[in-house]
């Protein structure tokens, strides 16, 4: 009985907060960590502003599964209480624990999103991991059990307390956050998710390879996705290839590998790329287990004005012709641009040669 998931996270459990965190991989793990303790929950009650869901509908409905895959959460419910699959729940129990000194330091922490300019690139909607299902909202009755859930930039999931306003509008109102959708169950406790995008779907059908958190992540199919002759910055914000990879992630390990932003994939020798891997998978294993532990992860260049080493950082928004620009911090100094005579580097275009004269 002691084990008992609904024990964890309801009643007069301390509530979570992780509203000041861009919901890369690592964070969404984490708001799955704080779903996990109410599979087996009935829902008894609901709220939320959700146009899309209909949030009364969740009424009644069992929580049996969740998942994470990259930067989305999938929720399983069913109208009965049989226990379909076990929860699924990636996380070692000692790390439950942690949850509390998360929270004593949440009001220190310093909003990512703050200081960004209200018109830059990263004020946009995340919408850099593909087309949103637009299939028939139905409540968890047929086929289409799953939950699926896309946080915002301001996306978060809060246990057993509201998001409140932390500074006044532009107008002067000091105006909570409206969650989209809120479910309380039978335990006591309940869930407010907010600046999400749900939809219902029948499996949580994004490939575990591609998880930058998964043991399962295929590192040959990265490798070959980075090498293509395209900005690697482009690349490793392509959530077929590094689900779960984010601006912050983007921009420290492009800085951590010594890589310029605009590097095309191509013109970077194997070792360079299989760094660039490693730092991909460090950084984040590192950020995910921080935020169990209570501890931040600390940028390096990711809105600095100088680098370590006291260089001056640029930035600049970066994206493909037509594609999501997202905001890029990087070292002219540590992160050089590629020289056309450097070893490794291609023959010149046809274009070039001719420009070469005689
Ligand atoms: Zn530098």
Known sequence: MSDLP?????GDAPSSCFHCE??????????????SPFVGQQVVRTGGSSQKLNPASFESLWLQDTQVHGKKLFLRFDPDEQIVSPGNNPLPEPLQKSEQKEEAGHQQKVSEQSSLSPGGADALPSRDDGPQHLGEDTPAGG???????RFGLFGSVWVNEFSRAKKANKRGDWRDPIPRLVLHFGGGGFLAFYNCQMS??????????????????????????LGRDQPVCYTLLDQRY???????IKNEVLYRAGIHPLSPGSRLDPPRLEALVDH???????????????????????????????????????????????????????QPRLSPDEPGAQAPSSQGLALKGP
């Open 143 to 149: 086929a289409e059990r799953w939950l699926q859930v």
């Open 6 to 10: 609904r024990k964890e996270g309801t």
């Open 22 to 35: 861009m919901p890369e991989g690592p964070s969404v793990r984490k708001f799955h960590h704080l779903v």
């Open 242 to 248: 590094f689900s779960g990879l984010g601006n912050i």
């Open 280 to 334: 991909v998978l460090a950084f984040s294993a590192a950020w995910l287990q921080g935020k169990f532990q209570g501890t931040q992860q600390h940028t390096q260049v990711y809105q600095k004005q100088q680098c370590p080493a006291g260089h001056q950082v640029v930035k600049e928004a970066l994206g493909p012709p037509g594609g999501l620009q997202r905001l890029t911090w990087w070292c002219p100094q540590c």
């Open 200 to 225: 219902w779907s029948s499996s949580p059908v994004v490939s575990p390879t591609s998880d930058i958190l998964s043991e399962e992540f295929h590192r040959g199919q990265a490798l070959e996705a």
